[in-house]
Each structure stands twice: as structure tokens, then as C-alpha cells.
């Protein structure tokens, strides 16, 4: 999972330092594969001044059973960054 893991979080990473106009110009879903990993990027906006992003990144495993990693912010116009916690992030992991 360690590759996983690294991959979702440079996607995250690299989504961290876009400006909110960016990140707000981004579809709502995305898919995404690469390197025998499937990846969903998910925007909600959750006010007029606040988007979450959230990275999901899946691997296929033995019967169908695989693993999932998710890391995820929220961000406002004004630039600052919220990591999302445990909590926020159930629903994608």
C-alpha cells in the first residue's frame, strides 16, 4: 500500500498549492488510472468560500478485495488549508 499511498498524496499534494479558482474550476468527480491504480478526485463546495477536495485511491486486490486510501483539505477563498480529519474522510476510505 505504500506506493498507494505516496501517489495519493502527491495528487493531494499538488492540489494543495492551486489557487481556490482552480480547485473551484475542477469537476465535482473524477476518474483517473494509472499504474494498475484507479484514483477518484472529489470537489464539493461546501459555501460560496469553501471547497473540500478529496483524493481516493484504490487497488485491486484477491477476490475483489482491495485497498483504499483517501487524504483530503478543505480550502477558502482567502488560501488557508484544512486537512480533513478521520471523520470527513470515512465515507471515501
Known amino acids: 500500500m505504500n506506493e498507494l ?6 495528487m493531494i499534494s499538488d ?11 475542477l469537476p465535482v ?3 483517473d488510472h494509472s499504474k494498475g491504480y484507479s484514483f477518484a478526485t472529489w470537489k464539493d ?5 469553501v471547497i473540500r477536495i478529496v483524493v481516493q485511491g484504490y487497488k485491486s486486490g484477491l ?7 483517501a487524504q483530503g483539505f478543505r480550502k477558502t477563498k482567502s ?12 465515507e471515501f476510505s
Not at 79 to 90: A, H, K, P, R
Open 5 to 10: 499511498t505516496s501517489l495519493v498524496d502527491e
Open 15 to 25: 492540489l494543495r498549492r492551486r489557487s481556490f479558482d482552480d480547485l473551484n474550476a
Open 29 to 31: 468527480h473524477k476518474d
Open 45 to 49: 463546495t461546501l459555501t460560496p468560500d
Open 63 to 69: 477476490f475483489g478485495v482491495g485497498k483504499m486510501y
Open 79 to 90: 488560501g488557508q488549508i484544512y486537512e480533513l480529519g478521520e471523520d470527513e474522510l470515512f
